[in-house]
């Protein structure tokens, strides 16, 4: 399941609506639905993350939550290491060939590195500017 798939399912039962009601309202059928939801599909086209967003009657930071999901849950990632140092490349492999046998836990706490790390990052280039 991706992210983006997670939390429509979780906004989409919150309202009590199934799949299939969804899904026509829409425009999609059921089973397109259910790969989102399921991270079988990549990320939505523009225009049905809109629909969605209209369709759920979602606004603002929630609106705005549903499409940095769907930009952080596309199922199949390439990572361009080119130009980057070893480590980098490294990084890259390891992950890809060893993410499936690590735990939720485990994997929650190497994206909250991550992310640590990237704040820290950003931060530091805000100084030099």
Known sequence: MTPFGERVRALRRERGVTQAEMAAAL??????????????RGR???????????YLNVIWDDAEELERLAELSHPKVTV?????????????????????????????????????AVARSEQTTRGRK
């Open 80 to 116: 361009e290491t080119g130009g980057l140092g070893p480590e980098a490349t490294a990084l890259a492999n390891r992950l890809a060939e060893t993410i499936a046998q690590l735990s939720s836990d485990d994997t929650r706490a190497l994206l909250g590195a991550l992310e640590e």
């Open 27 to 40: 425009g999609i059928s059921s089973a397109y639905l259910s790969a989102l939801e399921h991270g079988r």
């Open 44 to 54: 939505p086209t523009w225009q049905l993350l809109q629909r969605i967003i209209g």
